[in-house]
Nanobody, 120 residues
Framework: VQLQASGGGLVQAGGSLRLSCAAS????????MGWFRQAPGKEREFVAA?????FYADSVKGRFTISRDNAKNTVYLQMNSLKPEDTAVYYCAAGTTGWAPMNLDQYDYWGQGTQVTVSS
């Protein structure tokens, strides 16, 4: 499975961005898909995930929405009301076995990351 993340950029606080993660290769609509982020000097952290249901980190609930289009093998992360603390490199990931959506170790494949910068 190859994952290609895109859609990052520079946005002012309060603005919106939509990230996309296109999957290719051996894909399946049954795979769990997640978004994680990593800010400079910090560990990679869970943001959102989707499989049979959706999961969100408390810090993004009500502002971010994860969705998927199985026909396009693409997962999206709609990010609204962005804050400077959302600044990070965002990574998408696919989990093919088991399902613990907030656990990095459960994901087998990772995309290359896309930079999101929110200015104050």
């Amino acid at each position: 499975v190859q994952l290609q993340a895109s859609g990052g950029g520079l946005v002012q606080a309060g603005g919106s961005l939509r990230l996309s993660c296109a999957a290719s290769g051996r894909t399946s609509s049954n795979y769990g898909m997640g978004w994680f982020r990593q800010a400079p000097g910090k560990e990679r952290e869970f943001v959102a995930a989707i499989r049979w249901s959706t999961f969100y980190a408390d810090s993004v609930k009500g502002r971010f929405t994860i969705s998927r289009d199985n026909a396009k093998n693409t997962v999206y992360l709609q990010m609204n009301s962005l804050k400077p603390e959302d600044t990070a490199v965002y990574y998408c990931a696919a989990g093919t076995t088991g399902w613990a959506p907030m656990n990095l170790d459960q994901y087998d494949y990772w995309g290359q990351g896309t930079q999101v910068t929110v200015s104050s």
